[in-house]
């Protein structure tokens, strides 16, 4: 049986001005169940890192992924066995997609793309 993932957006921009802009392509999206999502984060900040996060109604933020925005990208999953997940940076460096390559209904979340503009440090404890 094929069930509705409904994916809200939100975007965050850590530790910079309201000057410069993030946005998101839409805010709510439905998905089938084994479908491929794409959430893409426009920027037009100069950022290092983006980061992505996915939150349950009434639960804290959850770490997704982490990517480096450069020519060549790093990413960093939270769990590294979590190969649904990929990002894709445009060319231009202006615009990182979130992919999830099979959607399940435990996808069903807000998900929230935030940037830095310094190297955070991440340690799995």
């Known amino acids: 049986m094929m069930l509705?993932?409904?994916?809200?957006?939100?975007?965050?921009?850590?530790?910079?001005t309201l000057e410069d802009d993030i946005t998101l392509t839409s805010r709510e999206e439905y998905y089938l169940e084994s479908s491929r999502v794409?959430?893409?984060?426009?920027?037009?900040v100069k950022s290092d890192i983006l980061l992505w996060y996915r939150q349950y109604s009434g639960s804290a933020p959850q770490f997704r992924l982490y990517t480096t925005v450069t020519s060549k990208p790093s990413v960093i999953r939270a769990k590294s066995d979590d190969?649904?997940?990929s990002v894709h940076l445009s060319k231009e460096r202006t615009?990182?997609?979130l992919e999830i390559s099979s959607a399940e209904v435990t996808d069903s979340a807000l998900y929230y793309c935030?940037?830095?503009?310094s190297s955070i440090l991440y340690y799995r404890l």
């Open 114 to 117: 935030a940037l830095s503009l």
């Open 95 to 97: 615009c990182v997609d």
């Open 4 to 16: 509705l993932c409904s994916i809200l957006l939100i975007l965050a921009l850590v530790g910079h």
């Open 38 to 44: 794409k959430i893409s984060c426009n920027y037009t």
């Open 83 to 85: 190969t649904r997940l």
